[in-house]
């Protein structure tokens, strides 16, 4: 485990990064939370201004259209975005800390010149590793890649519980191009939207904005040069992203901890039982204050996480913390705060069921939380 002093002050530039960007989700997304919510559908001009405020690209470094910052920076934007939404928040992350990261660290330049434009300017990407036998025992896949004369590749297969796959033109498809090799097979390529042989199948009925879909490959085509990383490489690709990625759940987490917290505040002050605010009340108040203490400790846990990545160090112990400790700190706030609206907490015309609802999904995507404990357990154990 890194040793490094906690760095998780936030500098100046930093806190005002955070807050144009909650400020952006306040004005343009909170508005449009339950209706995105019932219609199951993030509408594409709100995606356009994503873009335009530079949040899809954000580690892309200038010269490729992004925004050269940090993994620390994408953090806090998707912190921000997920206390008003977490759906809008898991398309941002899913771009960035997964597709985006993949691309920074394993593309050709060629690759890089050719997406990285796109995937800071209009184009959504998608990550696409797990199906419906292969989940935490992801390199199990039933996908095949064969290759074919003159190097291209042909992939077959069927992956599931694809986010944004709705919305994506760019899919980081995994699939096993030797399985006698077993997870050394696994190789990582680049399907774009519209190439012959990839279909976006059924759409998952979760009741949420974020689209999570199956992806059919029949005789999907695709070039040599859209290998990403080497065949035969592509487990290193995926566990390298997705040790990044785990911070990004994190950061949706204690984000959809804080908007439900925020709820709850205010809401504990306005509503008045045996004549006054039920915030007067000290069980209230130390539910809250709990709550609070609990979720500052999450924060403290992400943000090391982030700033040990950014700083070139070990990682994966405080990134598997971080992201089982978030997940289940965000599961309690969000149940307190339906609890603390009483029965209008269990109705649709107020947001804390739906944030209880989303925070459910921290303890099982990009690693349940049993496969977090491993990570830990293996580091102290051996
Ligand atoms: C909304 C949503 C979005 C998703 N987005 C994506 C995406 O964009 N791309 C993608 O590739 N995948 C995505 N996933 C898939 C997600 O990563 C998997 O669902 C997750 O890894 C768990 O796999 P599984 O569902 O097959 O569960 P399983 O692996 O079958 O696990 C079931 C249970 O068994 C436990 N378990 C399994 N193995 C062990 C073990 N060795 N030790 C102890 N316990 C174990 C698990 O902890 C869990 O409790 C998404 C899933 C959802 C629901």
């Known amino acids: 485990m890194a040793t490094t002093a906690a760095l998780t002050a936030l500098s100046e530039e930093e806190r005002l990064v955070r807050d144009n960007v909650y400020e952006f989700a306040d004005r343009e997304i909170r508005q449009l939370v339950r209706e995105m919510d019932e219609h199951a559908k993030i509408p594409r001009p709100l995606i356009d201004k994503l873009f335009a405020l530079g949040v899809m690209g954000i580690e892309i470094p200038e010269r490729y259209g992004g925004g050269g910052a940090s993994f ?16 809008i928040a898991v398309l941002v992350d899913v771009q960035n800390t997964l597709v985006v990261n993949a691309f920074l ?42 290759r074919h004369a003159g190097g291209e590749w042909v992939l077959n297969g069927r992956k599931l519980w694809i986010t944004n796959a709705l919305e994506a033109d760019v899919f980081l498809v995994f699939a096993n191009a030797d399985p006698a090799a077993g997870h050394r097979g696994v190789t990582a390529f680049v399907v774009e939207r519209g190439t012959i042989g990839l279909t976006v199948g059924k759409k998952e009925d979760k009741i949420r904005a974020s689209s999570t879909c199956e992806l059919i490959l029949e005789d999907c085509r695709v070039p040599a040069a859209n290998v990403l990383g080497e065949a035969g490489k592509g487990y290193k690709v995926a566990i390298e992203t997705l040790n990044e990625g785990r911070i990004g759940i994190g950061a949706q987490m204690i984000g ?17 039982q045996f004549g006054k605010p039920i915030a007067s009340f000290q069980a209230v108040q130390h539910q809250i204050a709990r709550a ?23 990682f994966l112990t405080e990134a598997a913390m971080c992201k089982i400790f978030a997940s289940e700190v965000a599961e309690r706030i969000t149940s307190l705060a339906v609890n603390l609206y009483g029965g209008y907490g269990f109705v649709k015309d ?33």
Do not use: C
């Not at 593309?107 to 797990?130: F, H, I, N």
């Not at 609070?292 to 070990?314: F, H, I, K, M, W």
């Open 105 to 146: 660290r394993w593309g050709t330049d060629e690759q890089k010149q050719v997406y990285l434009p796109r995937l800071a300017s209009a184009s959504v990407g998608a990550y696409a590793l797990s199906e419906a036998g292969s989940g935490s025992d992801a390199f199990a896949m039933a996908s095949r890649a064969a």
């Open 256 to 272: 959809l901890a804080r908007g439900a917290l925020d709820h709850a505040i205010k809401y504990t002050r306005e509503r008045e």
């Open 72 to 87: 620390f920076h994408a953090v806090l934007a998707v912190e921000a975005l997920s206390r008003v939404d977490p759906s």
């Open 292 to 314: 609070a203490t609990e979720l500052e400790a999450a924060r403290l846990l992400v943000y090391n996480a982030a700033r040990l990545r950014d700083a070139g160090q070990p």
């Open 350 to 382: 107020y947001p804390v069921e739906k944030l209880y609802r989303d925070a459910k999904i921290g303890q099982i995507y990009e690693g349940t939380s049993n496969l977090q404990l491993q990570t830990i357990a293996k580091q102290l154990l051996g």
